[in-house]
């Protein structure tokens, strides 16, 4: 293996200049033949499957015409916008993982479809949504659980797409709604740093109780029509009933920090400063809260400002601390407490502050707190999860764990690591599950079958399905290539190895690398190369890159991060040692060639961009941000 760096640090014009195969020198070269490994031919089957798959589903419950979803409009926390376009969920995030190119025109068209389909839709009842669900293609008010979700596919396109110039206007616009910028939206208070209310939206924020209704959405025939519905009610009076006890909606809620991965993604294309004094301050504003509640995040802040609102219930709020309603069906209390979700918010300011500690800590002093309340219950240690008049409650054996799976992996410090959850992709991590990758490949390509088996034997009609009815059957299964190919966290929704239990509400992209194909301009691995993470530390990652074809060379650059936010310090085979010093370096695999890498790196030293590396400037490969010109290639 050889390398230059001279071609690479030129400036970004230059780098435009110069043809690829000019700066051949500038290449980490891999000639050393090698069996392909199981799972680096499994790895390409499971990108493979996907397209067809992916494509017999969008043409099974799309329009491919207008890309709106074929099922019942509704507007509501049970079944609502939110749910229809996170019937894409993953896609994304699989192109930009080397996917087939029809999944971005796909995504593309069910995203430009949605926005469409519900800006058209309008409620009859709920006050809220009776001139458009979505207004200036944005939710017009709902909390931060469902726009969360519906933002899951939005918030990833830019990985693959970073110059689409509707997207940036877009971001920028939502983005503006929560900082003060939009008159007809007036969410935010930036004297005291807080949103108004956990209902709000591109109209504004919800200054009153909300009601049942408001979360419900319009009556609608349930009897006989759906097979199913989310909560298990028979009737549009359970669906009412299920939202009995959402009232408490006035003042900021932490939930409001999923608002930060839109201000994150515009500062990552624009890179204009009140993106990052936005996020920044904001989660200050909520770190200062904390400290102030005793260590505790709290679930409800006035519109004074005060922390518990004017009651003084810290605990207090619809999701909040407290939020245990019942559930009709059953006539028992349901802990609904979605305070944990907020945690994707303090990741985006410790990507954007470029690692500051003080974010991590904002959880850990809460997870403290709890853990301080544990006690023996049944025989076994356990430590509580909710918080209401009654103190603490809802004990569950063991430590309080949640997110910090995610916190480890951005901090890698051992003090963290002691309190995750098991989980066989750590293990294989740390060198004590070397089965792993053959597993959770092998059950990504029968997640897809089994899913395709699903959609082949569903016989209903449009009008009897729902926005999430699908949800289950989408076929993007990219958890283990999230992990194995990039050391990323897959913290999109559900429950799963290496997934908390609650829904992180359209968390951007963590991981240790990332890959570009410099032949066809795109984001992902190229065909026939596999990348497989196989070992971390707080200044290393090794992978090792294959290329399975035994007559074609392919070329890769690989990136530090998602964003490019870690710089890589040296490259070495195992036989010589390469400097880098900077965020990406290519690499030439011959036919049948691989090697096992081990890259240094400084994690979180380099201002995030979502710049293509051969788009990038200096500036951004390196510490100091640039601005950036926007190109339509895209």
């Known amino acids: 293996m050889s390398m230059t760096r001279r071609s690479f640090l030129m400036s970004s014009a230059a780098l435009m200049a110069v043809p690829l195969a000019a700066r051949a020198e500038a290449v980490i070269a891999i000639s ?54 996170e019937n894409v969920n993953d896609w994304p995030h699989l192109y930009a993982l080397g996917g087939d190119d029809v ?50 596919v939005f918030n990833l396109m830019p990985l693959g797409a970073p110059y689409d110039q509707r997207y940036r206007e877009r971001v920028k616009r939502f983005a503006g709604f929560y900082m003060d910028e939009d008159p007809g939206a007036p969410n935010y208070d930036p004297k005291l740093k807080l949103i108004k209310s956990l209902m709000n939206g591109s109209r504004g924020p919800m200054l009153r ?26 009737a549009y009076k359970g669906m009412l009933a299920h939202f009995e006890g959402y009232g408490d909606v006035v003042g900021d809620h932490p939930l409001n920090l999923a608002t930060t991965q839109l201000a994150t993604n515009a500062y990552m294309l624009t890179h204009e400063q009140k993106y990052k004094n936005w996020v920044l301050g904001y989660c200050d504003a909520w770190a200062q809260r904390a400290r102030d509640n005793g260590g505790i995040i709290p679930s409800k802040i006035g519109l004074d400002g005060k922390i518990g609102g004017p009651d003084g219930k810290w605990y207090a709020g619809a999701y ?10 059953t006539g028992k209390p349901a802990d609904r407490n979605r305070v944990p979700w907020c945690v994707g918010g303090f990741y985006n300011a ?34 509580p999860t909710m918080f209401g008049d009654q103190g603490f409650y809802s004990f569950k054996p063991g430590k309080y ?48 079958r089994s899913q395709m088996e699903t959609v082949d034997s569903d016989n209903t009609s449009p009008d009897m399905r729902l926005a999430d009815s699908a949800l289950d059957y989408n076929p993007a299964s990219i958890m283990a290539l999230t992990q194995l190919i990039e050391g990323g966290l897959y913290l999109q929704h559900g429950v799963g190895t290496n997934r908390t239990s609650m829904q992180q509400g359209g ?57 490019g936010e870690h710089q890589i310090v040296s490259v070495s085979d195992g036989a010589a040692t390469t400097n880098v010093d900077t965020a990406t370096f290519p690499v030439r695999l011959a036919p049948g060639a691989g090697a096992k890498l081990v890259i240094r790196m400084k994690r979180f030293a380099n201002d995030p961009t979502l710049s293509f590396p051969w788009e990038a400037t200096v500036a951004d490969l390196g510490n100091v941000a640039a601005p950036q010109s926007v190109k339509k290639t895209d």
């Open 209 to 234: 109780n909300a009601t049942a209704l408001d979360w419900t959405g319009d009556p609608i025939e349930v009897e006989n029509r759906f097979p199913s519905l989310g909560h298990g009610e028979g």
């Open 350 to 383: 410790y990507l954007l502050s470029k690692g500051d500690d003080k974010y991590l800590d904002v959880w850990r002093k809460t997870a403290d707190k709890f853990d301080a309340a544990g006690k023996v219950v049944d025989g076994k240690f356990s430590t």
């Open 103 to 152: 999944l971005r025109q796909m995504y593309t068209k069910a995203y430009e479809g949605h926005v469409r389909q519900y800006s058209a839709a309008r409620t009859v009842d709920v006050p809220i949504a009776r001139l458009g669900m979505y207004f200036k293609e944005f939710p017009a008010q709902f909390d931060w659980q469902h726009n969360g979700e519906g933002l899951t």
């Open 507 to 563: 968390t951007l992209l963590y991981s240790r690398l990332r890959y570009f194909d410099p032949e066809r301009r795109r984001a992902g691995l190229p065909p026939d190369v596999a990348a497989l993470v196989d070992g971390w530390g707080p200044d290393h990652v090794t992978v090792t890159l294959v290329n399975v074809s035994p007559s074609v060379a392919r070329s890769v650059i690989v990136q530090g991060g998602a964003y």
């Open 401 to 448: 764990r949640q997110n910090f799976l995610e916190i480890y992996a951005l901090s890698m410090k051992p003090s963290d690591r002691a309190r995750c959850v098991e989980t066989e992709w750590y293990d294989f991590l740390e060198g004590s599950n070397p089965g792993y990758p053959v597993k959770a490949l092998r059950a990504a390509l029968a997640r897809i």
């Open 320 to 329: 909040g601390w407290g939020f245990s309603p019942i559930v009709p069906m």
């Open 32 to 85: 050393t033949p090698v069996d392909p490994p199981e799972w680096a031919l499994l790895q390409r089957e499971v990108i493979h499957a996907h397209t067809a798959a992916c494509v017999k589903f969008f043409h099974r419950y799309f329009n491919p015409a207008t890309g709106w979803l074929e099922e019942t409009e509704r507007f509501g926390g049970d079944d609502g916008p939110d749910d229809s376009i």
